[in-house]
């Protein structure tokens, strides 16, 4: 028996098998109720039943039944079966949940979650923000709370109100019940089984009559909470806003108007502050644009400030260009250089905010559309255009980079003595042969033009280099390859697997069906053994089987590494750095890929990584190294070398540091 308890009722499409692959030591058992006619389920549990019913009425019934089992354990964690969390992830909530000697928690949600209540979103500043509210998908206990709540379970059979009546039972405590930041989950969106047992009308309606019961109103509050960072979370002015904010969204009819009222006052009463100069910093910091053309100088920037341009939405911070983008971000946070950050503005953005902030000295977003990936020239950069202008004319920067060939336009904006820099992430004229029917992206002569405008390339690898030099002979060209932190990492597991991580972009959808194609079956039929998992959104179009795992989307990058024996980037189409080729390499992995998966990189290839074109002979670099454990491990210590020529922060960056301290300096 271990210390904790995970329960869970699960259907057919449950993801509690991946709540148990895990890099270490669980902390936990598992408990299962199964509500439908899947199969297996029993060898994934220390405990399992049938039984049909919701999962809290489930829980209620293991309850009377194993009562004195359960109080045995110090931590219960009933979750939804539809929660992707990770092993290590949970085991994270306990030991948050024991430090902080809390009552009652819940995993905080990423911010492409489908959710009810906004204030369960995870809010990086953080570890954990004390709250009157748990959601009832992602509840944790203490044993001895647990018991005070549990005989609610029978009541409701959605669990509608359940999280906001529990509070009450457990005496309205303000540091014992917590939203850990520290800990994400991810709540995909999905048709609820519960449907099937009630009415989706049904589920507010006895809620209601659960709240009036007891007496009690929806009124979510944020406490405080424990910061990452010393300063880094709310003023007493911002939390006071926030807490207006979700008590004015759960009001009605004439009230409504009158929180309405009371917090156009309380806005106007912040504007009147910053006109004084006195404005709180964290206010100041997250202002929009409209709000920065009001205040003038007041916001105006230090000598070195940098600003940075990008119509990218900005999570998951790991995958592709949102890895590089991050890594370099931090980079330059590291030299001591202030950011201000032009983004567009989406709902995501938004929700990520206080982790921008983390970075960027303010964030100004712009209503804009996202580039469609058709021809350059179409874009409407005139909303990034008319930011870039305000930022120039109302702060002092010393350089500006835009991140993509087709914001350059932003950089005619930029009048003073700054330094203009763009991001390019590969030759984009070369990529009008695989765009997928789509009109031309970009001609040679457009991106000439383009890339004229700046007085500094960033080129992501030496090929690049060399093209772009070429291009535009009269502009600096300097190398910037993609950093990720490098560390070994020890295999988890002993089966034959190998692995592929990748977003559900064309290009990557159609290196996946090339390998399922043309090189899974030689490597089926001389490793029936081996397993292939699917990582990212482009497992939505592999097929899923014994020996085909489609993982899909996870938050913890390094446990998808972790599980793999060798990792393999088939791809065939594209520019640029290919951002797993690296990521594998920092993590010293045995690694199979294209020559195009290795463009810019060729050096390595045989010490590195190995590279292959040719399905059958793919085919058997992946059987070889499976099956031959020494080939393995020197390809794993060859990858981790090169990786630490390459990608280290002080080679990646080296040169860009030296040109912005250089222009910072004069």
Request: with cysteine.
């Amino acid at each position: 028996m271990r210390r904790n308890l995970v329960f869970s009722s699960v259907g057919e499409r449950s993801r509690h098998r991946r709540w148990l692959e895990c890099s270490g030591e669980r902390n936990f058992d598992l408990w299962l109720c199964c509500f439908s006619n899947g199969e297996g389920y029993e060898s994934d549990a220390e405990y399992h039943f049938r039984r049909r019913g919701s999962k809290l009425a489930n829980f209620s019934y293991a309850f009377r039944e194993h009562r004195n089992e359960i109080l045995a354990y110090k931590y219960v964690f009933i979750v939804d079966d539809d929660i992707d969390i990770s092993c290590d992830s949970i085991n994270r909530l306990f030991v948050t949940m024991e430090e902080y000697a809390l009552w009652e928690a819940q995993p905080a949600y990423s911010p492409d979650s489908h959710v009810s209540h906004e204030i369960t979103v995870c809010d990086s500043r953080f570890v954990l923000r004390y709250t009157n509210l748990c959601e009832v998908s992602v509840f944790a206990f203490r044993t001895d709370a647990l018991e005070k709540v549990v005989h609610l379970f029978d009541r409701v059979v959605s669990g509608w109100g359940v999280d906001v009546v529990i509070p009450k039972l457990l005496g309205h405590p303000r540091d014992k019940i917590a939203i850990i930041d520290a800990v994400v989950c991810s709540h995909p969106y999905r048709k609820s089984e519960l449907d099937n047992l009630i009415e989706r009308k049904e589920h507010k309606r006895e809620g209601l009559r659960l709240l009036a019961e007891h007496g009690v109103r929806i009124r979510y509050r944020i406490y405080g909470g424990v910061e990452r960072r010393a300063g880094s979370g709310y003023t007493r002015f911002e939390l006071f806003k926030i807490n207006l904010g979700y008590a004015r969204s759960k009001k009605r009819g004439s009230w409504n108007a009158l929180w309405r009222f009371v917090g156009s006052i309380l806005d106007l009463g912040a504007y009147i502050h910053l006109k004084a100069g006195s404005l709180y910093q964290d206010l100041a910091h997250g202002c929009r644009i409209g709000f920065c053309k009001l205040t003038g100088r007041a916001r105006k920037g230090g000598p070195d400030t940098l600003l940075i341009i990008t119509e990218e939405e900005l999570w998951p911070p790991y995958h592709g260009f949102l890895a590089r983008f991050f890594s370099l971000a931090k980079a330059i946070q590291e030299a001591g250089l202030r950011m201000v950050l032009i983004a567009r503005e989406t709902r995501v953005n938004l929700q990520i905010e206080p982790m921008l902030k983390g970075f960027f000295e303010q964030v100004i977003y712009v209503p804009a559309d996202r580039f469609p990936w058709k021809s350059v020239g179409s874009y409407d950069v005139e909303p990034f255009k008319k930011a870039t202008r305000q930022a120039v004319d109302h702060m002092d920067l010393f350089a500006v980079i835009v991140e993509y060939i087709w914001l350059a336009s932003c950089l005619d904006e930029v009048e003073n003595n700054a330094l203009k820099l763009i991001d390019s992430h590969g030759v984009v004229h070369v990529r009008n042969d695989f765009v997928f029917h789509r009109k031309i992206l970009c001609e040679k002569w457009r991106e000439i033009e383009l890339l004229s405008k700046a007085d500094v390339i960033m080129a992501i690898q030496k090929n690049d280099v060399d093209a772009f030099r070429k291009m535009v002979p009269e502009r600096k060209v300097i190398l910037v390859h993609h950093h990720s932190d490098i560390k070994k990492l020890e295999m988890a597991g002993d089966e034959e697997t190998f692995a592929v991580i990748g977003d559900n972009h064309p290009p990557n959808l159609q290196a996946l069906a090339w390998f399922l194609e043309k090189v899974w079956p030689t490597i089926t039929r001389e490793r029936p053994r081996a397993v292939f998992l699917v990582y990212g959104r482009m497992a939505e179009a592999a097929p899923d089987s014994s020996a085909i795992r489609t993982v899909g989307f996870v938050h913890d990058l390094e446990e998808a590494y972790r599980f793999a024996r060798v990792m393999i980037n088939p791809i065939q189409l594209g520019t640029g750095l290919k951002v797993k080729t690296v990521e594998a390499l920092c993590y010293g992995k045995a690694l199979v890929t294209t020559s195009c998966g290795a463009d810019g990189l060729e050096e390595g290839a045989g010490s590195a990584f190995i590279m292959e074109d040719d399905p059958a002979a793919f085919a058997q670099a992946v059987v070889r190294v499976l099956g031959d454990d020494e080939a393995r491990r020197q390809l794993e210590d060859g990858a981790l070398q090169f990786a630490r020529d390459h990608f280290s922060t002080k080679t990646a960056f080296a040169e860009l540091m030296a040109i912005l301290n250089r222009k910072k300096e004069n």
